[in-house]
């Protein structure tokens, strides 16, 4: 699933590509992603100017004079900007066609993705979001002070959206073994100083992760088509039964909240 690392490289590769160019048409291919298509932007979108582009969490945001366009790149999804003469591929469900020739097209196998639209910038999906983990709202005491009491496992609580966005399954395995937590721990038995080592393991491998152009394990690839090279650098997700790089342990795989969860039992207590 496309994380945080994966929609900020695919808004870093649109921005010389689709930044100040004007929409000639927006166009659906498929009605329904996870929900449907608004019908409105063929018209709503048409000759606007792509002022911006940002992210909230795990979503996209095309900022234009009449509003945004919010896009989730769901389970399966990525973003490429072809030529508009190229043919369609099975799974381009969406595409912005461009002044310049090229078209934006969002490519989405499984269909959880999203395309919404918002006039104001504001969204349901939006406003619940927690603190964005690169900002420096995100700091050595937030986590500690929220999970006081909380009996989730830490895992589930440093991937609640409404806590800190983006870190998902991937990142929270490799955040918590480098911060040397073991996932099943109750968030709030975790100490402040551990608390204090996560945050920051949290922001370095987030950075890492993005300076390598995400992950790609199956679907996720750049605007550019190139895969995400973040993969070669993983220490415990997708490793079971594989020894660990600081001990002679294994790397155990279980499941936790319907997710796999990868760590080493003697390095993570």
């Known amino acids: 699933m496309p994380e945080l690392p994966e929609v900020e490289t695919t808004k870093n590769g649109l921005l010389p590509l689709i930044k100040g160019q004007v929409v000639l048409k927006a166009v659906r291919h498929r009605d329904n992603l996870r929900w449907e298509i608004p019908a409105h932007l063929a018209t709503t979108l048409a000759n606007q100017v792509i002022n911006e582009i940002n992210r909230r969490g795990k979503y996209l945001l095309i900022e234009f004079n009449v509003g ?3 896009i989730h790149l769901g389970m399966s999804g990525s973003i490429k900007v072809v030529d508009s003469s190229e043919p369609l591929l099975k799974h381009d469900h969406f595409e912005l066609h461009l002044n310049n020739g090229t078209s934006m097209r969002l490519n989405d196998p499984r269909r959880f993705g999203a395309v919404l639209f918002s006039s104001d910038g504001s969204h ?3 406003d619940t979001l927690g603190v964005e983990p ?6 050595d005491t937030y986590l500690y002070s929220r999970s006081r009491n ?6 589930a609580f ?7 966005v983006g870190v998902g399954n991937i990142y929270a395995c490799e955040s918590l ?15 402040k100083k551990h608390y204090q080592r996560l945050t920051q ?3 370095t491998i987030l950075t890492e992760a993005i300076k390598a152009g995400g992950t790609t394990l199956q679907d996720f690839s750049q605007v550019d088509g190139q895969p995400g090279y973040f993969t070669q650098t993983l220490n415990v997700y997708g490793r079971e039964g594989e020894t660990c790089i600081n001990c002679t342990g294994k790397i155990v795989r279980i499941i936790q909240n319907q997710r796999s969860t990868f760590y080493c039992k003697q390095c993570q207590t």
Do not use: C, H, Y
């Not at 690169?134 to 700091?139: H, I």
């Not at 440093?158 to 800190?164: L, Q």
């Not at 073994?177 to 100490?191: L, M, T, Y």
């Open 68 to 70: 945004t366009l919010i």
């Open 201 to 203: 393991q949290i922001k």
């Open 134 to 139: 690169l900002t420096n709202d995100f700091d």
């Open 150 to 155: 909380k009996q989730q496992n830490i895992k």
């Open 124 to 126: 349901t999906l939006l």
């Open 158 to 164: 440093i991937m609640d959206s409404k806590v800190v």
């Open 177 to 191: 073994f480098q911060a040397g937590i073991d996932p099943e721990r109750k968030a709030g038995s975790v100490s």
